[in-house]
């Protein structure tokens, strides 16, 4: 079965960094495109960052300039480097998988979450 586990969030001072990383396992064929979603405390889940299969990137607003996402194919990963961090970047961070699998069509996947919190 796929899972996808992520690691890296914990606390942080504003204009601090942090590096935030998800593995996937399982019977993975092939992934599209990977990404990050946060959920803030009353407020709804929001797209952070994509990566699509052919390597272009989007991300929010309000984390242009500050955060970047990358991927490692090989290691069915994928990283969010968040830099200059701010109050508001606390919330919960979600990567998430598009995945065909070998049993499977291709579905999205959806790690565990991981606390960011930043401190000012």
């Known amino acids: 079965q796929v899972q996808l586990v992520e690691s890296g969030g914990g606390l942080v001072q504003a204009g601090g960094s942090l590096r935030l990383s998800c593995a996937a396992s399982g019977s993975i064929a092939s992934i599209n495109t990977m990404g990050w979603y946060r959920q803030a405390p009353g407020k709804q889940r929001e797209l952070v960052a994509n990566i699509v299969r052919l390597g272009g990137t989007t991300y929010a607003d309000s984390v242009k300039g500050r955060f970047t996402i990358a991927r490692d194919i090989a290691r069915k990963s994928v990283y969010l480097q968040m830099n200059s961090l701010e109050p508001e970047d606390t919330a919960v961070y979600y990567c998430?998988?598009?995945?065909?699998?070998?049993?499977?069509?291709?579905?999205?996947?959806w790690g565990q979450g991981t606390q960011v919190t930043v401190s000012s």
């Open positions: 998430t998988m598009n995945i065909f699998s070998f049993q499977d069509a291709a579905k999205d996947y």
